[in-house]
């Protein structure tokens, strides 16, 4: 499988890009033509410094490389219903007797926590010595944030904000356990490993109503909306795409773009108000929510 390092990936050496890109005859025909040469040393001088130098491929290699930038809006198509109030049966003196579900957050219908991505085959790789981390905080018996994104091999950091027992238990893809933890107080933090690309259901055994989604990528091109519905993929190669969207009740869409060189790329999306969730995973609450049945369409989760 082939294996890019693009400029959001931090410094590579020259040596190490040489060795990943450049077609292997070129080095074969050094080693057969020029190899007692003074050019030739003097290329394999070249290399070492610029190696030793460990300089930024951007100014040399990706301030002109092909790509563009993807970006646009995730709507509802529809005005939002209230959120619904979840119906609490556990440590109901701290979190009290309901809770609002931030499931569903809208904004002149832009909907926030809404994961944009590419569907792509390579592996972008993280440098072991430079692995991200992304954090997740119980924080007034819900999981902070709610939605997140990342590459395979960033950390997560787990903790809380309550005085209260969780218990967060990581399930990937939903089938199988990848931590289950016990935070006694919000002097302990905990760190795991996202290692494999996929869905990231993170629950709390206590506290069933309590859950947060961690999509993972092989590669750098996704986001995540903000506020308003508003999402910006950065860095993505020329030619055609197909472009996944991924909420936790709307479900998923997909479409096609064409990305050109140094420019940006439109595509938004809009969803009808349909809870694609398994009934499993649905709270009890006050009241039946949303007002509208599941029709038709893949589960989001």
Known sequence: MKRLHLTDMGKVSLLEFLK????????LSAVIVGTRTVKFWLFVSFILLMSLADISFYSLTFANQNIGTIQGKVSLNTPAPPLPEIVTDKSVEFCGPTL??????????????????????????????TAPSVSLKSRHC?????????????????????????????WWNNTKTVFNITLLDPSLTFKRKLRWAGTYRVECDTHTWMKSYILVFKHPFFAVTDEKGNFVLKNVPIGRHKVRVWHEILGEQTAEVVVKNGKETQQSFVFPLIDYRREVLKPKTVSPWPPNKKSSGSPAN
């Open 20 to 27: 990943k890109h450049i077609d292997p005859i070129i080095f």
């Open 100 to 129: 609002t579900d931030p499931v569903l957050m809208i904004h002149e219908d832009g909907v926030k926590g809404v994961v944009v991505s590419l569907e792509w085959e390579d592996e972008i790789l993280i440098k072991a010595d």
């Open 142 to 170: 819900l999981f902070q944030p709610r939605i997140q994104a990342a590459q395979v091999g960033t950390y997560l950091q787990l903790k809380s904000g309550d005085e209260i027992v969780h218990n967060p238990h990581g």
